[in-house]
């Protein structure tokens, strides 16, 4: 029999943990007319639900499963810190190193017009977990084909796994001709340009990005024993393709270089529960002034300091200054009420 445990309660809903699953149940009103209670809640859980999947393409966000019951919502536990209860306790400078990442962060939920809603440190988790689970799950698959080394270099998004800059689906690999045409004996071509064996996609060619397959081959990082494509040409590669994963994956290995061989520190927006999707940059103004508020309040030894932080990394965004200056005048507006 499963174990829940309660994580938290509110006034909407009930959120617990429940076999590794955080699920997220929306209570019953009773003020509220039977009917009517179960339209709303069914309609809110449908409305996070669908913002969850917008937001996790495009920052760090969990991503929610299919709705089995149509008040609840089930999705990844996400280990890690609240930055809440924990940000106070880091140094300064990794301080402001993770508020100029969460500015970066708003950016792009700003810009795809997503409002949060909620947006407090109480919000945000710090995740501890470095491993690359699917990847490493993979990676074992692939060693039991016993390929020869000299023959084939793991490619695609897998090189940003092996460096923990972010996990990786399944692994791409390109292979030499000799190799490729051993392969073809033993397992069917798809497509007449790949085999896929379980997680396994294996390519002989890179087209139109790459023609010298050869040389990716040849000039690469060894880790563990496998030659992994160096984060150049995976970088150069993504510059080209030029998909919305790609752009974040580019911004990913960028960060990542600069930084050496530290980890990026990645941070989980959740619960967006109060979200909607706004073109409005008095929305987003307002969401920015809440986060403002949740810094002085919980933060208030450096929220100055860490605001600043936050409106740099908010500097990506095309519309920032816009919606900085409504931002002031949201706060004025607020000054004048307190009068």
Known sequence: MSKEKILAQGAEAIIYLKDNLIVKNRIPKSYRIKELDEKIRKHRTKSEKKLLEKACKIINAPNPFPLKELTS?????????????????????????????????????????????DLTTSNMILSENNEVSKFKKNLLDLKKLNLPSAEYAIFGSSPLAIH????????????????????IKQYPVENEKLIKIKSIEIYKSWLPWIKDINKLIDDTEIFDNIKFVKLKYVLAWKRAFGREK????????????????NLIPKIFFIDFGLGFISQKREDKAVDLHLLKQAL?????????????????GYGNYKESKRIIERLEEVEKRGRYREH
């Open 73 to 117: 919502i089930e999705m990844p536990f996400i280990e890690g810190k609240k930055l809440s209860e924990n940000l106070n306790s880091f140094p300064l400078k990794e301080q402001k190193e993770i508020c100029k990442i969460i500015g970066k962060e708003i950016a792009k939920l700003h810009e795809a017009d997503i409002i949060h809603g």
């Open 296 to 312: 002085e309040a919980k933060h208030f030894e450096n929220w100055e300091i860490l605001f600043n932080e936050i409106k740099k």
């Open 164 to 183: 923990k800059i972010r996990d990786s689906e399944d692994i791409d690999i390109i292979v030499k001709q000799k190799l490729w045409d051993e392969l």
């Open 246 to 261: 790609d752009k974040k994956d580019v911004e990913l290995i960028e960060d990542y270089i600069k930084r050496g061989d």
